[in-house]
């Protein structure tokens, strides 16, 4: 399998199974904001981690995660009929809060730089 497919394919499940979870995927538990940040798909085709993120509290985060997890088999179903594949993998949901942290380091950058700013502006009286 070469990666250029596995990239391709990753890429189109990607898009695939967020339009299936905003479109069809009805469960109370799952946070209307939610994002298919990744799907990463084995060598073997066989299985597929979809990594998503949810805006909202840790307790929201984890129910839609435990949502998805447990509408993967509706959500392979349907999103099946758009990918042609002879087999289509099994999905695995994953929480990523890798926007969460670049969100962390964006913040500290900031803190810092207005740190500087303050210093450079107003520097301190010699002893």
Do not use: C, W
């Amino acid at each position: 399998m070469t990666k250029n497919r596995v990239a391709r394919l990753n890429s189109l499940l990607k898009e695939v199974i967020s339009e299936v979870i905003h479109r069809d995927v009805k469960n109370p538990h799952v946070n209307p904001l939610v994002t298919v940040i990744s799907v990463d798909i084995t060598n073997d085709l066989q299985h597929a981690k979809v990594y998503i993120s949810v805006i909202g509290t840790q307790k929201e985060k984890e129910s839609t995660v435990e949502a998805l997890q447990s509408a993967a088999g509706f959500i392979s179903i349907i999103a099946s009929k758009k990918v042609v594949m002879r087999y289509f993998p099994e999905l695995t949901f994953k929480a990523d809060d890798s926007v969460e942290k670049q969100m962390r380091v964006d913040e500290l950058l900031n803190q810092i730089q207005k740190e500087k700013n303050a210093r450079t502006q107003h520097p301190e009286a010699p002893s």
